[in-house]
């Protein structure tokens, strides 16, 4: 037990003060310009920036990404950030329930629906992982928090660098079509390095309605496990770590594919990122390190203002592109240039 609560501690600490950016690769927000409208005939207060989004309305198009759980440290956490979803009207993201599968009594780590009892919240399960769990144990993992539905991450890259980590990732899959067999809400989503178009054919092809395409630009987890790393392993994480799918190339690549719901996480840290992310196709942008280090340096007030100018800027940009809503956001003239335009021309 002390294992993975102490791996769950280096993460958050690494997460809040380390080098564990992207530090060439971007998301590639910059290259979307969203056109001015100098006529917008809005007031601030005509714009909605609600969403309906796997079954509940969120007021703002946020999530709270999946981050953690496991530790002392981790229910406090989650609990903060899932009292603000609530209090906001975000949807939250536990992190992986792995810690409670292997440790039933760490279960409270991840119990948020005391603070949170209406907000969309995901579980979180690592393929590897679900592949190795019966239907009724993962059942039972998204039942004990009250999830609306279950994160199933992919995180191949990642697990390479760790020393200990998985090397095997056949069967993915026959995982996923067996788990949308039981009736749950799931959500594929990666942890940084983004979804393919050819990755997002497959998930249509077998029925996944809902990703997070987690892409490239904001944190590297090929990164946060290279610090861990041992010597020996060290250099491949230095040789990958900038590897991934830009977010924003990620989300134009998914867009097509007709997913219900597509959440933008990779390096989204502002409301205007979030806005070129829904024109671009997603449902809402998702943001996980940024919104810890908010928290983990300034506290409760600081996580709280970090959303508040996150919410701003989402409303100035819909009203300086006269979009009353979200629907009229995903229609704003934009100019796509540089490598995003590349990555929508050119990728498979
Ligand atoms: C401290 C920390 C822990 C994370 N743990 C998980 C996890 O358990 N499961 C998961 O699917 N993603 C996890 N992630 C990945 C995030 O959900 C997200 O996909 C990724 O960090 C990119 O978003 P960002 O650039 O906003 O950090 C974690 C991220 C952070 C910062």
Redesign the pocket.
């Known amino acids: 037990m002390a294992d993975i609560s102490r791996r769950?501690d280096d993460?958050?600490d690494?997460?809040?003060t380390g080098d564990?950016?992207f530090k060439q690769t971007t998301t590639l927000f910059e290259c979307v310009r969203l056109v001015h409208d100098a006529l917008p005939e809005l007031a601030v207060e005509d714009i909605d920036t609600s969403v309906q989004v796997l079954g509940k309305r969120l007021r703002s198009p946020i999530l709270i990404?999946?981050?953690?759980?496991g530790s002392e440290r981790a229910e406090r956490i989650n609990k903060e950030l899932a009292s603000i979803a609530e209090e906001r009207g975000y949807a939250f993201?536990?992190?992986?329930q792995?810690a409670m599968h292997k440790h039933p009594s760490r279960s409270t780590t991840y119990a948020v629906r005391d603070v949170a009892p209406t907000a969309l919240l995901l579980g979180?399960l690592?393929i590897v992982q679900a592949a190795q769990m019966s239907n009724t144990e993962v059942q039972s993992l998204v039942a004990v928090v009250g999830a609306d539905a279950l994160?199933i991450?992919l995180?191949p890259a990642m697990e390479l660098v760790q020393d200990d980590g998985d090397r095997d990732f056949r069967g993915g899959l026959a995982t996923l079509e067996r788990l949308l067999g039981l009736g749950l809400t799931l959500v594929v989503?990666?942890?940084?390095c983004g979804l393919s178009s050819h990755v997002a054919r497959r998930l249509r092809q077998i029925g996944v309605e809902h990703v997070?395409v987690?892409?490239a630009?904001?944190?590297s987890?090929v990164a946060?496990e290279t610090h861990r790393a041992s010597s020996a392993r060290r250099p491949l994480g230095q040789a990958f770590w900038e590897w991934g799918i830009p977010?924003a190339a990620s989300v134009a690549l998914c867009a097509p594919h007709g997913f219900k719901t597509i959440f933008a996480?990779?390096?989204?840290?502002s409301g205007l990122d979030i806005a070129k992310a829904i024109a671009l196709g997603a449902s809402a942008g998702?943001?996980?390190?940024?919104?810890?280090q908010a928290l983990e340096t300034g506290g409760r007030l600081a996580a709280l203002a970090f959303f508040d100018q996150l919410e701003a800027e989402l409303r100035a940009t819909m009203l300086l592109t006269g979009s009353s809503n979200l629907r009229a956001l995903t229609k704003a003239p934009r100019l796509v240039s540089g490598e995003l335009a590349e990555w929508i021309r050119v990728a498979p």
Do not use: F
């Open positions: 769950k993460h958050l690494l997460a809040t564990v950016g990404a999946a981050m953690t759980g993201g536990l992190g992986s792995r979180n690592g994160c991450h995180n989503k990666e942890t940084g997070d987690s892409g630009g904001g944190t987890w946060v977010t996480t990779g390096g989204v840290g998702g943001i996980a390190r940024k919104a810890l």
